[in-house]
């Protein structure tokens, strides 16, 4: 298989509901990862545009539902199931939903 311009490792990592630490698979990764294959596949980006993997604890809980983008190297953070559209898009068009991007403050948090 060719390699994608981009690959989008979401963290389905699972903790126990009552763990204070939370997860992002207690918030909703694995629908989220669903929707994105799904929503990516559809816009015809599966085979070339980007990749979407799991991934286990990437280290931001406190900012779960997290997502690490690669080659350009950056985290979407606090995201849900409606955000997965417009990520979408992004990919599409080369961008990043910028409101969605963690700051260097969200990640000295972990
Ligand atoms: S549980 Fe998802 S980043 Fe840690």
Do not use: W
Not at 29 to 58: F, H, N, P, T, Y
């Amino acid at each position: 298989m060719a390699q994608r311009q981009r690959y989008l490792f979401v963290c389905t990592n699972r903790r126990a509901d009552d763990d204070a630490k939370g997860s992002c698979s207690v918030r909703g990764s694995e629908e989220i990862r669903a929707a994105l294959k799904e929503q990516v596949a559809a816009r015809g980006l599966a085979k070339l545009g980007a990749r979407v993997c799991k991934s286990s604890c990437l280290d931001q809980c406190s900012s779960g539902v997290c997502i690490l983008v690669e080659p350009d190297h950056f985290f979407y953070g606090r995201v849900t199931l409606a955000d997965v559209p417009e990520i979408v898009e992004a990919l599409a068009s080369g961008q990043r939903v910028e409101r969605l991007v963690l700051t260097s403050e969200d990640l000295t948090r972990g």
